[in-house]
């Protein structure tokens, strides 16, 4: 922002004037400042200052002032007017004008004060949109009540009994009004009744008390705000070598892809149902959990990036579950450095707030539920942006505490920030650390070229040097686990996640190989040989025996009941193995019959039996028609192709946008001076738009005394013309008379307006 302008034209009388005086460089200034002035383009200057001046401008301008540019204009804005710097030196308890002079002239140049011969005033709007400024009432004047000096003030509360003091006490730093409930006690009747006689407060209704500007500021000691603040407070916390920042952000980085592709393996073989209302259910998210091995707070924000990024999606079928979309397969074959800036720039740029889920949402009963309409909430982008700039603009290094956090952006936005402020600055704090964004709670080498809107390319490359490299094998061990060094290279890792649970990750990641997981494999198809073949090739150990009489123990059994539909049927050769099906009683839902030595029959579905059955230690493969083992397709279910929508977003206002509008600014400006110019010089008054029954009346006035009128007409060219007519009779929709020195018929209908001559 500039520090000092040029003195306008000693002419200049309004705000259009103080934005005609205006050089280039200031226009731009301001149209680079505030961006909803330039979209779309203004056709001259006066019409960029009758939008600079509008409310909803003025609001979001105000809005987005920091607390020492805002306690200025709210001073200025209580003080007189043209603003009078040594005022708000007094106002703010200031050391002297050199410290507000600066912040006046930022204010100036985003046009909240504008220029006169008598100095800066306020603009119009701003006072309204403040209100009460810094919780100041209206003047006395206003309220039609004469304002006492300030020695009056302070001797009439220095005697005010008890309960009138109490008000005052109340109404000093605001809100400057009291409202009296019906049936209020007698002693706040006897305090209001006591300063309305000594001219303290006034009563512009019978249950309303209100403190004059005037008596307040006596009250304050001359203060506008009780605790100035025109410098921001500085940030504090600890300070972490940055190539330990880089290289825990690397491994969170490293977490969350698995976590991602984990999730992907999981609703891609169970997809859960989408709720009635939308949304994940809360069974659903605990089971999320519990198979990533997070909190349901992590699982929820683990969803909803993946969501961001367009990875799962509804599948629009017509009982709707979750499910990951084909933009999934091709995210997961790209590298991992690529992955994540598609996955941080999802998260910088959604709308929605994973905080929320599992809360109760404002005015509403329930929970918020993960991926639900009402984890949305649109302040979530700018608050995330902002915590994260003023974060990357310390020393890098610092891990900021969140009460520092939230301390500064209050200063930065203090009239944005939620009531929960605390709590979405933890929320933030959390999600950029899960997300690599942050690492040990400073803001990473690539989470600070994340926030300089960088292309993918350069964001990746940010990120690279940070992330492990992809291993090719891992180290099978007897105790049934294997371990991956690092993260796996994507075919080894979509294996071991088929084979095996992961049961702790970090720098390596630790697999174990239990009944069901060695099932999960084959019901995918694999065949023995293929299954230890592949876990030979891939281990730097030779396949511990224990391992192997799994696998082998497993296939063994795998498969000898099969379950097929007849409703559904289990045959098995091993009639010991059917009889133990009959006598179990947690199968006693399936209603199993036997048929034959060899064969069982149940009304329930076939899936339904097959879960049961495994469920309870079985291990059954599902059977075709043709007495073939059916393979399923384990972790493929995808939702159909879709347009992903684009991301809400402002146009950018940049210096090549600026420098052409401010040209057609002035050249719009050129134009409007020219046609004033013209207008000034015609002759006769100006004509104003006349509906033709006026019109009418004024001709046959005019031709009854033999005046003359001023017409505006349009010709067969669509042309307005001015013409001073003398009318002699008007009939059938026309006029006669003479203009020019010839005479003229002219048609009522072609009148644009008339006015006497």
């Not at 992809?470 to 007897?478: C, K, N």
């Not at 000898?560 to 091993?574: E, I, K, L, T």
């Not at 977003?649 to 110019?677: C, F, I, K, N, P």
């Amino acid at each position: 922002m500039p520090a000092t302008s040029p003195t306008p034209a000693a002419g200049a009388r309004s705000m259009a004037d103080d934005i005609r005086a205006r050089s280039d460089e200031q226009l731009g200034n301001l149209l680079h400042l505030r961006h909803d002035l330039a979209r779309p383009a203004p056709a001259d200057l006066a019409a960029l200052a009758a939008r600079a001046s509008t409310r909803a401008s003025v609001q979001r301008a105000v809005d987005n002032l920091d607390l020492a540019h805002l306690q200025v204009l709210e001073a200025a804005t209580a003080g007189s007017n043209p603003v009078d710097p040594s005022e708000l030196v007094t106002f703010l308890a200031l050391a002297g004008p050199g410290e507000v002079e600066p912040l006046l002239e930022e204010l100036w140049a985003l046009a909240l004060l504008w220029r006169s011969p008598e100095g800066l005033r306020v603009v119009r709007t701003v006072t309204e949109v403040l209100g009460h400024p810094a919780g100041l009432g209206p003047r006395a004047a206003d309220l039609s009540v004469e304002a006492p000096d300030a020695g009056s003030v302070a001797e009439a509360a220095a005697s005010a009994p008890a309960p009138a003091r109490a008000i005052l006490d109340r109404l000093t730093w605001g809100p400057a009004v009291a409202v009296l409930p019906p049936g209020a006690p007698e002693r706040v009747a006897e305090g209001a009744r006591w300063l309305l006689e000594h001219h303290l407060v006034a009563a512009p209704t019978p249950d309303q008390l209100v403190l004059p500007r005037e008596v307040a500021l006596a009250l304050r000691g001359g203060r506008t705000h009780r605790d100035p603040a025109l410098t921001a407070p500085a940030l504090e916390g600890r300070q972490v070598p940055p190539q330990d920042v880089d290289f825990a952000a690397g491994q969170q980085v490293t977490d969350l892809l698995s976590l991602l592709d984990e999730l992907a393996a999981e609703w891609g073989l169970r997809p859960p149902r989408v709720l009635r209302s939308g949304g994940l259910a809360v069974r659903d998210l605990k089971r999320l959990g519990s198979v990533l091995d997070v909190d349901q707070e992590r699982a929820a924000f683990v969803a909803e990036t993946a969501y961001a990024a367009g990875l799962v999606a509804d599948d629009g079928s017509l009982d709707p579950s979750w499910a990951p979309t084909p933009a999934y397969d091709e995210w997961q074959q790209q590298p991992a450095e690529v992955r994540w800036a598609t996955l941080a720039r999802a998260w910088l740029a959604t709308t929605r707030a994973p905080h929320l889920v599992g809360t109760t949402p404002p005015g509403g009963s329930g929970t918020v539920n993960a991926l639900g309409p009402e984890a949305h909430w649109p302040p979530a982008r700018s608050l995330r942006r902002d915590l994260l700039d003023l974060a990357a603009a310390a020393e890098p290094g610092l891990a900021p505490t969140a009460g520092s956090w939230a301390e500064l952006l209050r200063w930065h936005r203090p009239r944005r920030v939620p009531a929960s402020l605390d709590a979405v600055v933890a929320a933030v704090v959390r999600e950029a650390e899960w997300l690599g964004v942050t690492g040990r709670g400073a803001v990473s080498t690539a989470g600070r070229v994340l926030l300089t809107d960088a292309d993918d390319d350069r964001l990746a490359d940010a990120v690279r040097p940070h992330l492990p490299e992809p291993v090719e094998h891992v180290l099978l061990q007897a105790d049934l686990t294997a371990v991956a060094p690092g993260p796996l290279a994507g075919g080894l890792a979509t294996f071991m996640r088929l084979v095996a649970d992961v049961e702790s990750r970090g720098g390596a990641t630790v697999y174990r190989f239990t009944p069901d997981s060695v099932r999960r494999c084959l019901d995918a198809g694999w065949s023995v040989d293929q299954l230890l073949g592949t876990l030979t090739d891939a281990s730097h150990t030779p396949v511990p025996q224990p391992l192997e009489y799994l696998v082998r123990d497993v296939a063994r059994r795998h498969g000898q009941a099969r379950v097929g539909s007849v409703r559904a049927y289990v045959r098995c050769d091993d009639e010991t193995t059917l009889g133990a099906m009959l006598a179990d009683r947690e199968l006693s839902p399936l209603q199993l019959r036997s048929v034959a030595p060899t064969v069982l029959v149940s009304p329930v579905a076939a899936d339904t039996v097959l879960d049961f059955l495994r469920d309870n230690g079985y291990a059954p493969a599902a059977e075709s028609p043709d007495g073939g083992v059916v393979v399923p397709t384990a972790g493929r279910h995808r939702t159909p192709v879709h347009r992903r929508p684009s991301q809400v977003s402002a146009q950018v206002v940049d210096d090549d946008l600026v420098t052409r509008l401010v040209g057609a600014l002035r050249a719009g400006e050129e134009a409007a001076a020219y046609q004033r110019e013209q207008l000034a010089r015609r002759e006769g008054p100006a004509l104003p738009s006349t509906d033709p029954t006026t019109t009418l009346a004024v001709l046959r006035d005019a031709a009854a005394d033999r005046q003359a009128v001023w017409l505006g007409y349009s010709d067969a060219d669509g042309r307005v013309r001015r013409l001073l007519f003398y009318p002699d009779r008007v009939e059938g929709g026309r006029v006669h008379g003479t203009a020019d020195g010839a005479l003229r018929t002219l048609s009522i209908h072609r009148v644009t307006g008339a006015a006497p001559g």
